[in-house]
């Protein structure tokens, strides 16, 4: 099965940038989403198709996604934007086809 | 707007059974791809099972595979998922989901509020 590798945790000061990566075989080719949950909450759609931002979603969220890896990445982070982050993606080749990423703990610090 | 409200969670024994509901509006509910979606206490997001907008296609998890069954009333705007032979592992949050897009699988852009359910003896 398709397997989308994040890693655990991005610490990040106030006004910087974070870089959060999601890797898998060759995952140029497919359709990457993220989604940003708080604790207690359910997720929230950040960005979609690789690099699209649904409405309502700041321009500091950004995606980018070649190769092997996708990128979510958040300018001028704030304090706000602490949360676990997932890659999702659909694996069209596959019985069992949805794939979310392990997921990243971003801490602002 | 879009609500999304599952209802159904709760405590059941090991072998047990459950039935997940998730009463849709504020969109055409037959018109759109559904999905659940767990969450094990303190893990990640795990997908669980996906229907079609008509019921014509399903696909489910390796872990869940034989043993849930997601179905849909589009006249009552109601998603199921029917979960026999629970297993300690299947304690989670279980979340609806609705596809962005009708016709077109993921991302999703709402989703409920989650109901736990509890396997335990």
């Known amino acids: 099965s398709y397997v989308l590798t994040q890693p655990p945790s991005v610490s990040v000061a106030p006004g910087q940038t974070a870089r959060i990566t999601c890797g898998g075989n060759?995952?140029?080719?497919?359709?990457v989403h993220w989604y940003q949950q708080k604790p207690g909450q359910a997720p929230v759609l950040v960005v979609y198709d690789d690099s699209d931002r649904p409405s309502g979603i700041p321009e500091r969220f950004s995606g980018s996604n070649s190769g092997n890896t996708a990128t979510l990445t958040i300018s001028r982070v704030e304090a706000g934007d602490e949360a676990d982050y997932y890659c999702?993606?659909?694996?069209?080749?596959?019985?069992?086809?949805?794939?979310f990423g392990t997921g990243t703990k971003v801490t602002v610090l | 707007q879009v609500q999304l409200v599952e209802s159904g969670g709760g405590v059941v024994q090991p072998g047990g059974s459950l039935r997940l509901s998730c009463a849709a509006s504020?969109?055409?509910?037959?018109?759109?791809?559904m999905h659940w979606v767990r969450q094990a206490p303190g893990k990640g997001l795990e997908w669980v099972a996906f229907i079609r907008y008509d019921g014509s296609n399903k696909y489910y998890a390796d872990s869940v595979k034989g043993r849930f069954t997601i179905s849909r009333d589009n006249s009552k705007n109601t998603l199921y998922l029917q979960m026999n032979s629970l297993r300690a592992e299947d304690t989670a949050v279980y979340y609806c989901?609705?596809?962005?897009?009708?016709?077109?699988?993921?991302?999703?852009?709402?989703w409920g509020q989650g109901t736990l359910v509890t396997v335990s003896s």
């Open positions: 989901a609705k596809d962005q897009f009708s016709g077109v699988i993921l991302p999703f852009d709402y």
């Open positions: 504020g969109f055409t509910f037959s018109s759109y791809g």
């Open positions: 999702q993606v659909w694996d069209s080749s596959s019985d069992h086809p949805e794939v």
């Open positions: 060759n995952i140029g080719s497919k359709s």
